[in-house]
């Protein structure tokens, strides 16, 4: 058996992406017990770090990325699973220090598994993948939280993004009134079909502005960190929560303790690599119910291993928009 993947190589000097050739001898030196057959992965923003390195992802070398995967079990020492199961990897640091799922197969713990949710393809999976796990996480914590429609406005930044599109079309499915900043204006067509009602420019929110600032969201999903979820923060009603899952502006938060003391709000941090296993069923039961698979098609790009790395460049370079599945076959 060989499998085709995506090889991420690097020395003192030099780094280098390639398309090679896997033996199974070498794929089962990872630490795992189950042998699956890939049939789609995709491709994430930590992916793209990875695959152009741009970031600290990956920790050790070789690598193969791919924190996504959803295919067939060949075989497994588990007593959860069995051959012809279908199954969904998300995170685990798969592509960080364990070979991850850009391509054909991948040898993983079953512990990291969870069976394909009834109704949803391999290839509807991963269309959702680990951005839109995420986003049904974020979702989850805003309802337990107790916000409801009838709060007002839930702020989506990043909204062209993979976290963004879905957690749109969840929120959307469920009657909330919504906001999307975004740089990409001209993408408001798009963000519109998925459901949003109102537009901002995520450069307003960039910059460092007072600790406290008009009352304006009820909730809001927040993938940029920095100076923007400081803002988003002061900007947030009393008693709301913000969910902080990325930090595409930057790590640090510039912030003040102000508008958590003075307005009582919730500034939640969303994990969606080491969640435990009874969240991650719940949060794909959640998608399987109220996402509309069909919508998916429109934020979805099926592409194949040997178009990542270019594509991988533009999302770095925040050129795209939606989810980039990979159908490792091709």
């Given at each position: 058996?060989?499998?085709?993947?995506?090889?991420?190589?690097?020395?003192?000097?030099?780094?280098?992406?390639?398309?090679?050739?896997?033996?199974?001898?070498?794929?089962?030196?990872?630490?795992?017990?189950?042998?699956?057959?890939?049939?789609?992965?995709?491709?994430?923003?930590?992916?793209?770090?990875?695959?152009?390195?741009?970031?600290?992802?990956?920790?050790?070398?070789?690598?193969?990325?791919?924190?996504?995967?959803?295919?067939?079990?060949?075989?497994?020492?588990?007593?959860?699973?069995?051959?012809?199961?279908?199954?969904?990897?998300?995170?685990?640091?798969?592509?960080?220090?364990?070979?991850?799922?850009?391509?054909?197969?991948?040898?993983?713990?079953?512990?990291?598994?969870?069976?394909?949710?009834?109704?949803?393809?391999?290839?509807?999976?991963?269309?959702?993948?680990?951005?839109?796990?995420?986003?049904?996480?974020?979702?989850?914590?805003?309802?337990?939280?107790?916000?409801?429609?009838?709060?007002?406005?839930?702020?989506?930044?990043?909204?062209?993004?993979?976290?963004?599109?879905?957690?749109?079309?969840?929120?959307?499915?469920?009657?909330?009134?919504?906001?999307?900043?975004?740089?990409?204006?001209?993408?408001?067509?798009?963000?519109?079909?998925?459901?949003?009602?109102?537009?901002?420019?995520?450069?307003?929110?960039?910059?460092?502005?007072?600790?406290?600032?008009?009352?304006?969201?009820?909730?809001?999903?927040?993938?940029?960190?920095?100076?923007?979820?400081?803002?988003?923060?002061?900007?947030?009603?009393?008693?709301?929560?913000?969910?902080?899952?990325?930090?595409?502006?930057?790590?640090?938060?510039?912030?003040?303790?102000?508008?958590?003391?003075?307005?009582?709000?919730?500034?939640?941090?969303?994990?969606?690599?080491?969640?435990?296993?009874?969240?991650?069923?719940?949060?794909?039961?959640?998608?399987?119910?109220?996402?509309?698979?069909?919508?998916?098609?429109?934020?979805?790009?099926?592409?194949?291993?040997?178009?990542?790395?270019?594509?991988?460049?533009?999302?770095?370079?925040g050129k795209i928009r939606g989810r980039f599945i990979v159908d490792v076959n091709l």
């Open positions: 058996m060989l499998s085709k993947a995506i090889f991420l190589e690097k020395t003192e000097n030099d780094f280098s992406c390639s398309i090679q050739h896997i033996t199974e001898e070498n794929l089962l030196q990872q630490t795992g017990d189950t042998l699956i057959q890939i049939q789609f992965s995709s491709l994430n923003y930590k992916d793209a770090l990875a695959i152009t390195n741009s970031g600290p992802i990956v920790r050790q070398w070789p690598m193969v990325p791919g924190i996504d995967g959803a295919g067939t079990i060949i075989r497994s020492s588990s007593e959860h699973f069995k051959a012809g199961d279908r199954v969904i990897l998300n995170g685990w640091g798969c592509g960080e220090t364990h070979w991850g799922c850009l391509s054909q197969y991948a040898y993983l713990k079953s512990d990291w598994l969870i069976p394909l949710p009834a109704g949803l393809s391999t290839q509807q999976a991963m269309m959702i993948g680990t951005a839109g796990y995420t986003a049904a996480l974020c979702v989850q914590r805003i309802i337990k939280h107790g916000i409801t429609p009838e709060h007002g406005n839930i702020l989506i930044t990043g909204a062209t993004g993979g976290v963004g599109s879905v957690a749109i079309m969840l929120l959307a499915q469920l009657g909330y009134t919504l906001t999307a900043a975004t740089s990409k204006i001209s993408n408001t067509d798009y963000l519109q079909q998925l459901g949003v009602h109102h537009f901002i420019d995520s450069k307003t929110l960039a910059s460092a502005e007072k600790p406290l600032q008009k009352q304006q969201w009820a909730a809001a999903i927040d993938v940029l960190g920095s100076h923007s979820l400081a803002n988003i923060c002061a900007q947030t009603q009393y008693g709301g929560i913000v969910t902080a899952c990325g930090l595409a502006q930057g790590i640090d938060l510039p912030a003040t303790v102000a508008p958590f003391i003075l307005r009582g709000i919730t500034l939640a941090g969303i994990d969606s690599v080491m969640a435990p296993y009874s969240q991650r069923i719940a949060a794909w039961d959640f998608l399987a119910k109220y996402l509309n698979t069909q919508q998916l098609q429109h934020i979805a790009h099926t592409i194949s291993l040997n178009e990542c790395p270019e594509t991988a460049q533009d999302i770095i370079k």
